[in-house]
């Protein structure tokens, strides 16, 4: 691994590695082929490939201030739309019941995923439950942290229920990366991250938050060109990537560089609803986009719990 490349090991050390050099990326804006997500399954509104200014507007017209409900015995029972269980691809699952049944079973092993949602929304603690499921199955699991010191997101994993001492430097790795340092995280991510998947045969990876990442590169063009050269490296390696994303401030359905949605296999949206009369304000949860699968495309109600992440999939928002 590389000299500006650092994993945290239990104890506080970090671990360094050998030093490599970064790709010579030449190429312009103009040679980055449009990611295609595929047709709707359903001839409904699907914001897979639409453009973000396109999508707010659409979005504007048809999502007015919402509440959940739960359906009671005196009420007439109601369809609940289900995403059909896709058997072609093996799943992996997250480990939050509900959104597992949203997503046809799982996340498809080896995709990208982006969970995008505004601060509060829980996109952290989303990860953490999707790392300890597979812990809790014997797989390797990589979490790098590009927001949170070490010793923090130790100590929320631990206030979570999660033994992390049964894991650590062993089948866990927890790296933290320092964002404002560019040649680091840079070299970081496209070198040695890759190189330790390969290392500890890790089947889940975990980039939290990816917009970072974005954030430190000079302008559009070389964003595209570094983030989709990115997602493709990812794929080659025998893993299940989660990546994270902060929304935009002014389209909150979008990621914040409006590049995730475009890339990944997956989009699960993080939102809060406000009820109508103002009396509060809820979480509810969405899977936009989801290739090579069906997918509910109902929204739903979650809550987080010291504990658990609980999404009400028997619940309707409207």
């Known amino acids: 691994m590389d000299d500006n490349f650092s ?10 590695g050998s030093d490599l050099e970064p790709e010579d990326f030449g190429a312009t804006e103009r040679q980055i082929p449009r990611i295609d997500s595929g047709e709707p399954e359903k001839p409904e509104i699907v914001y897979e490939d639409a453009e973000p200014s396109k999508r707010e507007a659409e979005t504007e017209e048809s999502s007015p201030d919402m509440d959940f409900y739960f359906e009671t015995s005196d009420q007439k ?112 991510i496209k070198n040695d991250i890759p190189a330790l998947i390969r290392e500890t045969k890790a089947s889940r990876i975990v980039i939290d938050p990816i917009s970072l990442f974005e954030g430190l590169l000079p302008d559009e063009a070389s964003r595209r060109l570094e983030m989709f050269r990115f997602v493709e490296m990812m794929r080659d390696e025998d893993c299940t990537l989660l990546m994270t994303s902060e929304t935009d401030t002014q389209i909150p359905y979008a990621s914040k560089y409006g590049l995730v949605e475009y890339l990944v296999d997956c989009v699960i949206l993080l ?8 009396s509060g304000t809820h979480l509810a949860v969405e899977v936009v986009k989801m290739r090579r699968s069906q997918h509910s495309r109902e929204i739903k109600p979650y809550e987080i719990q010291p504990d658990d992440v609980i999404v009400y999939s028997e619940a309707s928002v409207f």
């Open 77 to 188: 029972p109601k369809k609940t739309q289900k995403a059909a269980d896709w058997r072609g691809d093996q799943r992996i699952k997250l480990g939050i019941d509900g959104l597992d049944e949203m997503l046809g079973g799982g996340l498809i092993k080896n995709s990208v995923t982006g969970i995008i949602g505004t601060y509060g929304t829980g996109k952290t603690t989303f990860a953490i439950n999707f790392i300890f499921e597979g812990l809790k199955k014997g797989e390797t699991c990589i979490f790098i942290s590009l927001d949170e010191r070490a010793e923090m997101l130790k100590e929320s994993i631990k206030r979570r229920g999660y033994n992390l001492d049964a894991y650590m430097d062993t089948t866990f790795f927890l790296i933290k990366l320092d964002p404002t340092d560019f040649t680091l995280a840079i070299n970081s």
């Open 7 to 16: 994993a945290v090991n239990g104890d506080g050390r970090r671990q360094n």
């Open 271 to 278: 939102r809060y609803v406000r009820a109508s009369d103002l």
